[in-house]
């Protein structure tokens, strides 16, 4: 200890603050595990509903199409799939989407390709 009884006074509400600190900092990751937690299984079981969307609404051979699209071009596939369930909810499906309709929904929303044309002088 210190011969000024102010610094060891000082010295003392230092460790009680920062204890403090301490305590509210593990407090608060636990509250925010707890928020991820629920915010991870909120996002799996949404995951899960538009899993059992698409197999309600495509074929075998659909399915297995967007899933060798999403082998190459996972970004188009969860496009191709955003369109089926909107096509879905709509109610604009009667039926199951086979693989020719899957094949021409794919046509329509492949992105435009860019060509170059290079003209040599």
């Known amino acids: ?21 301490k305590e509210q900092q593990g407090q608060g990751q636990g509250q925010g595990e707890a928020q991820r937690q629920a915010q991870e299984q909120a996002q799996q079981q949404a995951e899960q509903q538009k899993q059992a969307m698409l197999r309600q609404h495509l074929s075998d051979g659909a399915r297995k199409r967007l899933n060798s699209v999403r082998m ?3 970004d188009f596939a969860e496009r191709v799939e955003q369109q089926v369930l909107a096509l879905a909810q709509s109610g ?3 039926d199951q989407i086979d693989e020719e309709q899957m094949k021409k929904l794919l046509k329509e929303l492949k992105p435009e390709s860019k060509s170059f044309d290079i003209q040599r002088r």
């Open 1 to 21: 200890m210190s011969e000024n009884p102010d610094e060891d006074r000082l010295d003392e509400i230092r460790q009680k603050k920062m204890e403090q600190l």
């Open 72 to 74: 190459s071009k996972p």
């Open 92 to 94: 604009r499906i009667q």
